[in-house]
């Protein structure tokens, strides 16, 4: 099974349009971070927020918001009035730094990508 | 401040060759590792490091080789490259989780291989 869902494979919208992107975690800690990255055409990888799972605050960061909800295992990301520019693949990604192994690194979803149109 | 540096940008090889890899970062990381990229798959780990020394696999090893003689390097080695390990390369690195556990992953930006 998946630890991170993100079942939009690809969203498009047109400019100006809100769109939210979905990500569904799964695991047994109770101490877990959540991450969202984005991936422009240009092809790096930038992150843009961290949450604790003791942290359900939702966040706003300009045109960004972020939804965390633990009851349904979700950490959703939307864009407000979508712009051009926000055209980029967005992964979703999990660490459980108590869990052992390979602890130390993210489990990521498969991507959601996102068109923005003109 | 340079952060994770990787090369080549760009590396096509033929099936059977060998070549590696190269990741540094001058973030003084213990953690360090490497993904791959791939249409539809996401970003999937290919090997990690927690310390100078100290390699371990991840979701998809095989066919690749790690070594962690600093702290700085973490170079990723194709002994015989296969068509299948065409893809994009990332290595990163992060503080130790147990130290700064919502510490994010830094990325490199990424190496395009193709194997003919």
């Known amino acids: 099974a998946q630890k991170v869902t993100q079942a939009q494979t690809e969203i498009s919208v047109v400019e100006k349009e809100d769109v939210t992107l979905d990500c569904v975690y799964e695991?047994?800690?109770?101490?877990?971070?959540l991450f969202w990255y984005k991936q422009p055409p240009s092809g790096e990888l930038v992150f843009l927020i961290r949450?604790?799972?003791?942290?359900?605050q939702n966040e706003i960061s300009g045109r960004y918001s972020w939804n965390f909800q633990k009851s349904t295992s979700s950490f959703n990301f939307t864009i407000t009035a979508s712009q051009v520019v926000d055209s980029a693949v967005y992964f979703c990604?999990?660490?459980?730094?108590?869990?052992?192994?390979?602890?130390?690194?993210?489990?990521f979803g498969k991507g959601t990508h996102l068109i923005i149109q003109p | 401040n340079a952060g994770v540096t990787q090369t080549p940008k760009f590396q096509v090889l033929k099936t059977g060759q060998s070549m590696t890899l190269q990741c540094a970062q001058d973030?003084?990381?213990?953690?360090m590792s490497w993904y791959r990229q791939d249409p539809g798959m996401g970003l999937r780990l290919i090997h990690y490091?927690?310390?100078?020394?100290?390699?371990d696999q991840g979701e998809v090893p095989n066919g690749y080789n790690v070594s962690r003689s600093t702290t700085e390097d973490f170079p990723l080695r194709l002994l015989s490259a296969a068509p299948s390990q065409t893809s994009v390369y990332f290595c990163?690195?992060?503080?130790?989780?147990?130290?700064?556990?919502?510490?994010?992953?830094?990325f490199g930006n990424g190496t395009r291989l193709t194997v003919t």
């Open positions: 990163a690195s992060r503080l130790p989780s147990r130290g700064a556990p919502n510490s994010p992953l830094h």
């Open positions: 695991t047994r800690d109770t101490t877990y971070y």
């Open positions: 949450r604790n799972s003791f942290d359900e």
């Open positions: 990604a999990l660490s459980e730094p108590y869990s052992g192994g390979g602890a130390d690194g993210l489990t």
């Open positions: 973030m003084n990381h213990e953690y």
């Open positions: 490091s927690v310390g100078a020394g100290i390699t």
